[in-house]
């Protein structure tokens, strides 16, 4: 069989819900911050995106709060869809572009219709 | 939208051949990476690569690995002797600089 990974966690919403989706990053001299979703067998897909000099930021149907006093990220998706049903990653960066991206573990989201 | 192509979509290969990955970034983008991701588990920095020259490379990224940039058009991942343990997804990633920061849809390597 195959090898036992990483247990994510998994967070269940009924579809037309709000969900939140947190995130504890490591360095505190990161200042770039992505949110990313996969879905299974394919690449992460970019979602959106946030400098340490903001703490807010939106999209459609998402938003972005940053609190760097603690470290923390995460990503609400309003309406929830069937189609948001993936694993989400948050990532981290510092520098121009150099420097690579330090993923987080990742939450399984499933959205019940 | 532009698209970061990875190829093969899979590949099988014997423990201790040499595997070569290949990828086009977006014709515009400056920053090519590597990334791997082991079944379940998150993804991992394996190495940026920048005017024809390594920029970062992670400590998985050992002489094991190397990249290459043959021509204008494609970024190459090319893995000696490999291992069992090398059996993973590996993602191409380009950016200009931090903005459009994008992946490809991997290559599933698996070592038999």
């Known amino acids: 069989g195959e090898s036992v990974g990483l247990h994510l966690p998994t967070l269940s919403v009924q579809e037309g819900d709000n969900s939140i989706i947190n995130c504890a990053y490591s360095?505190?001299?990161?200042?770039?911050f992505i949110w990313y979703k996969q879905e299974s067998g394919k690449g992460p897909q970019f979602i959106i995106d946030?400098?340490?000099?903001?703490d807010k930021r939106q999209g459609q149907r998402v938003t972005v709060l940053l609190n760097k006093t603690v470290k923390h990220l995460s990503l609400q998706i309003a309406a929830t869809q069937p189609g948001d049903s993936a694993v989400y990653f948050c990532?981290?960066?510092?520098?121009?572009?150099?420097?690579?991206?330090?993923f987080g573990k990742g939450t399984h989201l499933i959205i019940q219709p | 939208e532009p698209e970061v192509t990875q190829t093969p979509s899979h590949q099988v290969t014997q423990m201790g051949q040499e595997v070569i990955l290949r990828c086009v970034p977006i014709?515009?983008?400056?920053?090519f990476y590597w990334y791997r991701q082991i079944l379940g588990q998150k993804v991992e920095f394996l190495v940026s690569?920048?005017?024809?020259?390594?920029?970062?490379k992670s400590e998985i990224f050992d002489d094991q690995f190397s990249v290459e940039r043959p021509d204008g058009s494609n970024f190459t991942l090319k893995i000696r002797s490999t291992k069992l343990e090398d059996s993973a997804m590996y993602f191409c990633?380009?950016?200009?600089?931090?903005?459009?920061?994008?992946f490809g849809s991997g290559t599933r390597l698996t070592v038999v």
């Open positions: 990633a380009s950016s200009q600089g931090l903005v459009g920061y994008t």
């Open positions: 360095n505190s001299a990161s200042d770039y």
């Open positions: 946030i400098r340490s000099n903001m």
């Open positions: 990532a981290e960066t510092t520098g121009g572009g150099a420097d690579g991206l330090t």
């Open positions: 014709s515009n983008h400056l920053y």
């Open positions: 690569f920048y005017n024809n020259e390594i920029s970062e």
